[in-house]
């Protein structure tokens, strides 16, 4: 699992998966929640705006693997 650090308080789910370099846009990011393959703490988000907060866990479900990241945010 990756540790992404982020500014507090919070970040939002589409700004992480930018900021994290796991999107390389907005509107890919936008897909990826849309289509239902980004889970926050191991439940499918469907919400771009959700805030994510400190060790919040985010996970990818690519075609081949998943890839979890952990929302560090810095004190």
Known sequence: MEKINV?????KLEQF????NIAETGGMAKLMINDGIVTVNGEVC???????YNNDVVAVNFEEETEEFLCVIEE
């Open 7 to 11: 500014a507090p308080p919070f970040i």
């Open 17 to 20: 998966l930018k900021f994290a």
């Open 46 to 52: 469907m919400m771009r705006g959700k805030k994510l």
